[in-house]
Structures are given as C-alpha cells and as structure tokens.
C-alpha cells in the first residue's frame, strides 16, 4: 500500500513558474512509475508527465513538453513536477499517481495503468 501526498500548488500570474512534490509512503519507492495527472471540473483527467522507476525515462503529454519537467528523488520517496512559463490553461487539480513496476519500464500515459493516487494539489494561473 502507497499513501501520497502533493503539495506546492497555488495562485500564480501567466508565466510563472511552480514546482509541485508528492512524497509517498511505503518501501521500494524506486519500483514505482511515477506520473502526474491533472483535471478540471466536467472533464476526464488527462496525463500530464510520468517517470520510470529509476528516473532514467520520461515521458510528457505534448500541451506541457518544453515546459514542464518531471524528476524524482529515490532517497527521499518524492517526485517533482517543475512547471515554468504557465498558462491560464494549466489551471487544473494536479495529481499524483504510481504505478508499480519492478522492471523500470517506459512511463505509463494511460491513468488506469496507476494503482494509487494523491488527493490532488490545486493549480490556478490567472491572465
């Protein structure tokens, strides 16, 4: 069982930057993927970036690539989504989600692939 906890979100301007963390509990945080969602009322959550167990791979939904980077520290059981240049549209409830995976695969885009999930971290950035 994997408990998480974001934090970070907030009110920002357009072009802002934030970074967003999600510190799990529970062993063997490397033999996770890890990925982050977000998701605005009346609509599906939508991936938004995820990283493999070790770190080596990421992956990023095409709205945020370029400006958003995923990283995570294995000793510390947390994941970061640094966030620059935002966006009115990037206003959202950000989640974090894990996937256990003890082969380091690619990262999973798809949230049915993810067994747990944060309570969310709310994201607004005004125009």
């Known amino acids: 069982q994997v408990q998480l906890v974001e934090s970070g979100g907030g009110l920002v301007q357009a072009g802002d930057s934030l970074r967003l963390s999600c510190v799990a509990s529970g062993p063997s945080f490397s033999n996770y993927g890890m990925g982050w969602f977000r998701q605005i009322p009346g609509k599906d959550r939508e991936f938004v970036a995820a990283i493999s167990g070790s770190g080596r791979r990421t992956s990023y939904s095409d709205s945020v690539k370029g400006r958003f980077t995923i990283s995570r520290d294995n000793a510390k059981n947390t994941v970061f989504l640094q966030m620059y240049n935002l966006k009115p549209e990037d206003t959202a409830v950000y989640y974090c989600?894990?996937?256990?995976?003890?082969?380091?695969?690619?990262?999973?885009?798809?949230?049915?692939?993810?067994?747990?999930w944060g309570q969310g971290t709310q994201v607004t950035v005004s125009s």
């Open positions: 989600a894990a996937d256990w995976d003890r082969y380091d695969s690619s990262p999973r885009k798809s949230l049915y692939d993810y067994d747990y």
